[in-house]
């Protein structure tokens, strides 16, 4: 049959015009449950906001990879220590087979930094004898050590980690990750060639300055 023109619709909403059966014939109409986005709505908006709304993702993409790109500011070579004190070191080499987590230290009983792996800092002190002892859960031979230093003097400590041995007698704990820490005196030459090196100390807070006194 041929299809209905509007105006006969409109005057006989019940007339069959085609094969389709009408929905003022007694038929039930789909709901399809579809509209259009309303003139404002964004994907319906006009090119120029749409092109503000990707310049403006495009700006923020590029500072975000721009800050995650840059370089840090090169660390600066330390000073000699003031008159009269004496200089520890810390440091810890980048290993990422073993903790990441920043390691405590205390000396003398009194908390006196945290190093972080790939990473170098110092404290002056005045001249006398130091207990160097890293925060443990488990306790294990030599983990830590003694240091005297008298004025001008520079010493270096090694912080390093061995979380095996910790997981190893947790018992029952198998599945809980522990940090084990040592303290270890280096030879001012040797802490020297590591913590210059990018590759062993990429983030030092500061490098030391050579020749060292010891």
């Known amino acids: 049959m041929v299809a209905c023109q509007t105006s006969e619709l409109r005057s006989n909403p019940g007339k069959e015009c085609s094969a389709r ?24 908006a ?13 700006g923020l993409l590029l500072m975000l990879l721009a800050t995650a790109c840059a370089t840090p500011p090169a660390p600066q070579v330390a000073t000699p220590p003031p008159p009269g ?5 810390f440091y810890r080499l ?14 003398n009983g009194v908390y006196f930094g945290s190093v972080e792996p790939g990473s170098a800092f110092y404290r002056n002190v005045p001249s006398g004898v ?6 443990n859960k488990y306790l294990d031979y030599n983990q830590n ?11 270096f400590i090694a912080v390093v980690d061995l979380s095996s ?3 190893a007698v947790s018992g029952a704990q198998r599945s809980v990750h522990r940090d084990s820490w040592y303290a270890r005196l280096v030879p001012p030459q040797y802490a020297l060639a590591e913590i210059t090196s990018p590759a062993l100390v990429p983030r030092p807070n500061a490098l030391p300055a050579a020749p060292l006194a010891y």
């Open 21 to 44: 059966p009408s929905c003022g014939a007694g038929y039930r109409c789909p709901n399809l449950g579809f509209k259009l986005p309303r003139r404002g709505h964004f994907f319906a």
């Open 46 to 58: 006009p090119s120029a906001k749409k092109r503000r709304w990707l310049g403006h993702a495009a």
């Open 85 to 89: 004190q004496a200089r520890i070191w």
């Open 94 to 107: 980048w290993d990422p087979s073993e903790s990441l987590n920043a390691a405590n230290i205390d000396v």
């Open 130 to 135: 130091y207990q160097i002892a890293p925060q």
């Open 145 to 155: 050590t003694n240091v005297a230093v008298v004025p001008g003097q520079q010493v």
């Open 165 to 167: 041995w910790a997981n």
